[in-house]
């Protein structure tokens, strides 16, 4: 038995590099990273390809090492190179995001040392990091002192906890549902149409509440609405509200659909995935108004704080209410029950083992403070008005002036479908690839959107966007 259980650990030894070995490892990886950095403001936004990343399934999961040369090089032809690029600042569609290499590092460090953030018997530093970093976001929305959160890994999961804690602060029963009415926004994000599937209360009667020219929803029709529901004998008991919608980044009335709820009794939730971190500049403190009026609200620092994929939050008011739904003590966990100065994640989210999310946030926030975060948003505020000027300037047609850094707008062309057209000219975008931009319908017309949050995107790339857009409208023209 001795000599199988040595052969064993001498078989397993490659999982500890030597120092040599990290050196080599880190210094590759070091260099590629370098080189994508390097080469980022001139990459482009888009690349279209044939292969789409097959190449991966040439090189399968196998008994035979590759080494990190080979790997780098599957990564960069077939990760790296299709699809989207969101480290780029062209990246004007969707919500984008960046990641500030500050993040990387920390998540190298939470990688290294493995801390665990779930428990705080476990990992009461780790847990320390994490609830600070939700007091102090609790803090610029106007929660009270005592709200609680959970760092997620975006914001679908936020909106899903959230929406599950309101169901049991309701406490809908199942024989409840068909009688219990939710109020949406036509806008709203559809995660949080998911969250209502996932969380078992497809079977409640969905309100959608029309919108104003702005696309905002309209808190004087929902009062009435809610009103007329409770006098038919229904249960109303939940209203959803964005702070920035990611079709056309409109921010609803919060405070006053906050004051309803509160007169109303119902749970007010807020998706401020895409826009409640710009509280953070002074621009958008009147725009966004009233996020502190809610129950829960979801705000994603892979958004708004620039940060790479996997960062999500969302914060609760009252503990009580995200801890009746998650709290749990299993057996195996007894030891735990002396150490609890802090609140456990786990406690509070459906995830027990996690990633430690707290450093990638931590760490670049401390090392560079909130003065340049709160400078780029506003950027990207001011970034979105002069678009919305210079792209009336070359010919298209506007939505409504942006509430934040989306804007919607579209070509009117000489001859033709207009669909049509704006249609193809975002399909010529993609295929140019130095900028990209998305496209959507809205009240059934195919409108452009350009949504400035990279933080890679400053001037030259709007200009560069207002060029090519002018370019591509022209080709189309002539081709016509
Ligand atoms: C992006 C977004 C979401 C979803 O968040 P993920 O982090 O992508 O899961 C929800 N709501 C709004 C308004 C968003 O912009």
New binding site residues.
């Given amino acids: 038995m001795l000599n199988k259980i040595k052969e064993l650990e001498k078989l397993a030894r490659p999982l500890e590099p030597l120092p040599a070995e990290r050196d080599h490892l880190f210094s590759k990886v070091k260099k590629y990273t370098d080189n994508f950095l390097e080469k980022i403001y001139d990459s482009p936004a888009f690349v279209t390809t044939e292969d789409k990343g097959i190449g991966l399934y040439d090189s399968p999961i196998s008994e035979t090492p590759i080494d990190i040369d080979q790997a780098l090089n599957l990564i960069e032809y077939n990760v790296d190179r299709p699809g989207l690029n969101p480290a780029s600042g062209g990246h004007l569609g969707?919500?984008p995001g960046g990641g500030i290499p500050h993040s990387a590092y920390g998540d190298f460090l939470a990688a290294i040392t493995n801390r665990y953030s779930g428990v705080f018997f476990a990992g009461p530093g780790a847990v320390r990091m994490e609830n600070m970093l939700l007091d102090w976001m609790a803090e610029i929305i106007g929660y009270p002192k005592g709200s609680v959160g959970n760092l997620t890994?975006?914001?679908?999961?936020?909106?899903l906890i959230g929406i599950v804690t309101a169901r049991d602060a309701h406490n809908l029963k199942a024989k409840d549902l068909e009688k219990s009415v939710i109020y949406l926004s036509e806008q709203v994000?559809h995660?949080?149409d998911k969250a209502i599937r996932i969380g078992g209360l497809k079977e409640c009667i969905i309100r959608y509440v029309p919108l104003d020219k702005r696309y905002r929803m309209q808190a004087e029709v929902l009062e009435p609405t809610i009103l007329a529901d409770k006098q038919a004998g229904l249960n109303p008991w939940l209203v959803v509200a964005?702070a920035?919608?990611?079709d056309t980044g409109a921010v609803d009335p919060l405070k006053e659909i906050g004051d309803i709820a509160e007169r109303q009794d119902l749970w007010f939730h807020i998706?401020?995935?895409?826009?409640a971190f710009f509280i953070l500049c002074d621009e958008a403190q009147e725009i966004l108004q009233g996020m502190e009026t809610s129950d829960s609200i979801?705000m994603?620092p892979?958004?708004g704080l620039f940060l790479p994929y996997g960062s999500?939050a969302l914060l609760v008011k009252d503990r009580q209410k995200l801890l009746d739904t998650h709290y749990y003590m299993p057996n195996y966990l007894q030891d735990t029950l002396n150490s609890r100065d802090e609140l456990s994640p786990a406690d509070l989210s459906p995830e027990l083992t996690k990633h430690f999310r707290g450093l990638r946030l931590w760490l670049p926030l401390k090392l560079l403070g909130l003065a340049p975060f709160r400078a780029c948003l506003e950027e990207k505020i001011w970034l979105a008005r002069y678009f919305y000027e210079k792209v009336q300037e070359i010919g298209f047609e506007v939505g409504p002036y942006p509430d934040l850094s989306v804007v919607t707008y579209r070509y009117i062309p000489k001859h033709g479908d207009v669909n049509e057209f704006n249609q193809k000219l975002v399909q010529e975008i993609h295929k140019d690839g130095r900028i990209f931009i998305s496209s959507t319908i809205i009240d059934d017309n195919i409108t452009l959107r350009l949504a400035a949050l990279a933080f890679r995107t400053h001037l030259n790339t709007i200009d560069l966007t207002l060029e090519i857009l002018k370019e591509r409208v022209k080709f189309l023209e002539r081709a016509d």
Avoid: E, Q
């Fill in positions: 969707y919500i890994s975006g914001g679908s999961v936020a909106n994000h995660s949080v964005s920035g919608t990611t998706d401020g995935a895409y826009g979801v994603d892979h958004k999500g």
